[in-house]
């Protein structure tokens, strides 16, 4: 029920009643107004205060009761064990781990993820949560009650990042690290981006499930290759970049040679035979596919001397 109504009744209504019966003469009414002196002072520990995506998971003598998650002041049975936990969202950075793609390349992937609590009962009773957050100690109640909430919130973070590891290596394991030893259209983690991320979130929500952990984004944030290998894949990509470009360039001066001839025998600058053309096609292509200046030598005497 409402906690400031439960406060009026508690101190008005209820402790008239154990003024009065302790002002009665009757033995009996003393007796009772002990009983109800006991009473009380336990109704205290009934109230509970909720912020904003908070709960508190109800039992009842080791039955589970359901959870209580409306915001503000209340008051509830004092018999029932009242456990705390936070249903806001939680980051975590999962440091980068070593693994093999694909192909069995060894690389270098991390991730970043958003997960909060979507089912207490299961975070709280289906796994073992409790043990793990181990013995919480302290003289003040709303202490330790504080303290066992992140005990508790702290083991769940564990066991998200223990099951994200293992997503993230199943997820990695299915894709090529780039293109290089795949196809052009086949996806990749360089090039997969949001498609990746999304079967890595699907991952880890089936994963993560039994806890009752939803995840609400997931990201690879670290790719690359380790560094044993590093060295030698980059080189690779360079030698890939520099046939890239050479074709780039043989391509360019081969246009440029048709187009010289083309010019030369549209205009009727000069008729050439098919060796001067060789030799021209030859000169030419030197001078633009080299990758410094030429030195040109020139010719004193005939064409053909």
């Not at 980059?234 to 470009?245: E, F, N, T």
């Not at 009727?268 to 053309?277: N, P, T, Y």
């Amino acid at each position: 029920m409402n906690g400031f109504v439960m406060l009026f009744l508690h101190h008005i209504v209820f402790l008239a009643l154990v003024i009065g019966c302790f002002l009665t003469e009757m033995l009996g009414m003393a007796v009772l107004g002990t009983v109800l002196a006991i009473i009380w002072f336990a109704f205290y520990a009934g109230y509970v205060q909720l912020e904003p995506n908070e709960a508190r998971v109800m039992v009842f003598f080791g039955k589970y009761r359901g959870t209580f998650s409306r915001t503000g002041f209340y008051w509830v049975n004092p018999l029932l064990t009242k456990k705390k936990l936070s249903l806001r969202a939680r980051n975590l950075d999962v440091e980068p781990i070593k693994v093999n793609d694909k192909v069995g390349n060894p690389i270098m992937v991390g991730l970043v993820l958003v997960w909060r609590l979507k089912d207490t009962y299961k975070a709280l009773f289906e796994i073992d949560s409790q043990t793990m957050a181990g013995t919480v100690h302290g003289s003040n109640a709303a202490v330790v009650a504080a303290n066992r909430m992140a005990s508790v919130m702290n083991a769940l973070e564990n066991f998200v990042k223990i099951q994200s590891d293992a997503a993230l290596r199943q997820v990695a394991a299915d894709y090529n690290y780039d293109n290089n030893e795949a196809g052009q259209d086949e996806v990749t983690l360089r090039s997969g981006g949001e498609e990746v991320n999304e079967i890595l979130e699907k991952t880890l929500n089936d994963r993560l499930a039994m806890a009752g952990i939803e995840v609400v984004e997931a990201r690879i944030n670290y790719l690359a290759y380790a560094p044993e290998i590093a060295a030698v894949m980059l080189r690779r990509q360079q030698a890939a970049a520099v046939i890239s470009a050479r074709e780039k360039i043989v391509e360019g001066a081969v246009s440029m040679v048709k187009m010289a001839l083309d010019k030369l025998k549209d205009d009727q600058v000069v008729e050439l035979d098919e060796e001067r053309k060789a030799a021209m096609v030859s000169n030419l292509l030197v001078v633009l596919c080299g990758d410094e200046s030429a030195q040109p030598v020139v010719n004193t005497g005939t064409i053909y001397q």
